[in-house]
Structures are given as structure tokens and as C-alpha cells.
T-cell receptor
Framework: GQQVMQIPQYQHVQEGEDFTTYCNSS?????IQWYKQRPGGHPVFLIQ?????EVKKQKRLTFQFGEAKKNSSLHITATQTTDVGTYFC??????????FGSGTRLLVRP | DGGITQSPKYLFRKEGQNVTLSCEQN?????MYWYRQDPGQGLRLIYY???????QKGDIAEGYSVSREKKESFPLTVTSAQKNPTAFYLC??????????????FGAGSRLTVL
């Protein structure tokens, strides 16, 4: 079945350092979504990417969709303690269900 | 404010007991979902419903049951047949299902612990 590989599993950075998480799929994706879950909280939608090679920015967050639509990345510039949480990518399978990656947990040292 | 309400927030259950988790939304969304999250892991789909009076099994439906009698409500029952029910349960909804923009809104979750 469709699988979403997300790396790394954990990332511990010093405040001010950059952070990147990657999502790779075994199949060509129609679109990909990114969610953030704060510790003890619930996932919150961040963004959706649809077009090949698409790049979107939200303040310090940059989201990219690969040219072949098989991978995506989320990059945070100059992390802050408020960025702490787990970041999930999610892809839609052929039945329109969202399949979530295993997530990357970001820890930020102040 | 529109949103999804899950209750209870915390629930303890003895082995062999069935429990029902409530999920109510006032977003007028057609589709609703139940996900399970284990510590340090991603979200796995239990059941989903595209419209009222219709629902389908997700990837890990064994030991769970649902109903969708009203558009606003999608309760999940964790039965005694579920071998490892201790987990964090998340309910979600989306405006449409058969759409390329299936953006999910999540509730705050229910944490179930089996004693």
C-alpha cells in the first residue's frame, strides 16, 4: 500500500538554527499537506502543495513540492522555541483518504 | 466559534469494557474521521464517513465501531475486542471528501488508558 516516509524522526536544534524535515512517497502524489502538532495538542493544518515544483512560504517556514511530485520538504529558518512540536506530512491516497507520515519531532534549546 | 468537540478528554477503562468516545462538529462538514495516535508515532485511520448514514473502515478498524446518524456527530466505540486500546484518539472533519482539498480540522483528542 501507499507509504509515506518522513525523516528525521527527531531533531534537536539550538534556537536560531535552521530545521528541515523531508517526506518521501513511493508513488506520485496528487497533493501533499503539512500539519503541526504542539506537545499535548492536536494536529493543525499548515499548508497544501499541489503543483510540481511548488514553493510556498509562511513567514519563516518554506514548503517545497518535488518536481516529480514524490517528495516534499518543510524548512524553518532561525528556529524559535514556539516552533517546538511534531511536523507531519500527509498525502492523499487513491481513495481520497489522508495518509500521514510518522512525523518529525522538533526540540529547540533556548 | 466553529470547531470539533471531543469528550471525554481523559478516560480510564478496565479490560473487557466497551467505551464510547464522542465527537461533535458545528462546521457543517460532510466528512468525519477517527485517527489513533500512539506515543511518538503518526496518525492511523480507524474509520471515516463521507456522508450521513455511511462509513468505511480505515487501516486499523478491528475492535472499533462507529455510527453516523447525524451530520454533526461521529461517535467511536472501542470494544473489548481491541487488543491494545490505550492510545490518543483524534476526531477530524473536512468540508468534502471526494475533493483534492481534503483539509482536516481536528478536535482536541481523547486519551484512553486501559487499566
Amino acid at each position: 500500500g501507499q507509504q509515506v516516509m518522513q525523516i528525521p524522526q527527531y531533531q534537536h536544534v539550538q534556537e536560531g538554527e535552521d530545521f528541515t524535515t523531508y517526506c518521501n512517497s513511493s508513488t506520485t502524489l496528487s497533493n501533499i499537506q503539512w500539519y503541526k502538532q504542539r506537545p499535548g495538542g492536536h494536529p493543525v493544518f499548515l499548508i497544501q502543495l499541489v503543483k510540481s515544483g511548488e514553493v510556498k512560504k509562511q513567514k519563516r517556514l518554506t514548503f517545497q513540492f518535488g518536481e516529480a511530485k514524490k517528495n516534499s520538504s518543510l524548512h524553518i529558518t532561525a528556529t524559535q522555541t514556539t516552533d517546538v512540536g511534531t511536523y507531519f506530512c500527509a498525502e492523499m491516497d487513491s481513495s481520497y483518504k489522508l495518509i500521514f507520515g510518522s512525523g518529525t519531532r522538533l526540540l529547540v534549546r533556548p | 466559534d466553529g470547531g470539533i468537540t471531543q469528550s471525554p478528554k481523559y478516560l480510564f477503562r478496565k479490560e473487557g469494557q466497551n467505551v464510547t468516545l464522542s465527537c461533535e462538529q458545528n462546521l457543517n462538514h460532510d466528512a468525519m474521521y477517527w485517527y489513533r495516535q500512539d506515543p511518538g508515532q503518526g496518525l492511523r485511520l480507524i474509520y471515516y464517513s463521507q456522508i450521513v448514514n455511511d462509513f468505511q473502515k480505515g487501516d486499523i478498524a478491528e475492535g472499533y465501531s462507529v455510527s453516523r446518524e447525524k451530520k454533526e456527530s461521529f461517535p467511536l466505540t472501542v470494544t473489548s475486542a481491541q487488543k491494545n486500546p490505550t492510545a490518543f484518539y483524534l476526531c477530524a472533519s473536512s468540508a468534502e471528501f471526494l475533493s483534492g482539498a481534503n483539509v482536516l480540522t481536528f478536535g482536541a483528542g481523547s486519551r484512553l488508558t486501559v487499566l
